[in-house]
């Protein structure tokens, strides 16, 4: 039900086994296809939970580990996708060296995502010349988190001034802002971003002509 919805409830358990083998198939060779002539600028890594339970644990959630990529034109493209765990190096590395192993000799230019993930130590193993780009939707919910629900609607516009920033100048001037605003009575808020700000303004080291990678 979690996959097609509510039609789920009127198929056969003979369907449901027909259309599992289907879909296991065509992600198996998926999964296989060669990805030589393959060169990514730009990649965005998320671990995605669902309410499907593990067939081997009943009180873990299953969370889904997945990868897309932007290429130089711009195109986005799912690169790949497999179960797993969001914090764990292994399971992230596995994905990784799985892409290598398939002719991604390249890595991309930078990674986009959540700083928590395990992703992070996989990918300076990996791909180490890959420059690393922290995610600000989630750097921003975790801010406002931090704060007030009085604060969080003109907070957030405040870091919206940061990542709109036309130059890497400006984001600068408005990340020293913003931690001149609220440092004074939310530190824990303003040590979240101040921790990450390199790896926060990472993508305005990288030209403006690769559009789809900014900003994210």
Known sequence: QALVGERAKGLSANVIVRLKEQWSA????????DLSAKQYVYVWADGIHVKVRLEDDANKK????VLMGATADGQKELIAVLDGYRESEQSWS??????KQRGLARGPKIAVGDGALGFWAALRKVFPETREQRCWVHKTANVLNKMPRSVQPKAKADLH???????????EQAFDHFLEKYDAKYQSACDCPRKDREQLLAFYEFPAEYPEGRRH
């Open 161 to 171: 001034e940061i990542w709109q920033a036309e130059t890497k100048a400006a984001a």
């Open 26 to 33: 065509e992600y198996d060779t998926w999964c296989q296809r």
């Open 94 to 99: 596995e994905l990784l060296l799985g892409l």
């Open 62 to 65: 299953q969370c889904i580990l």
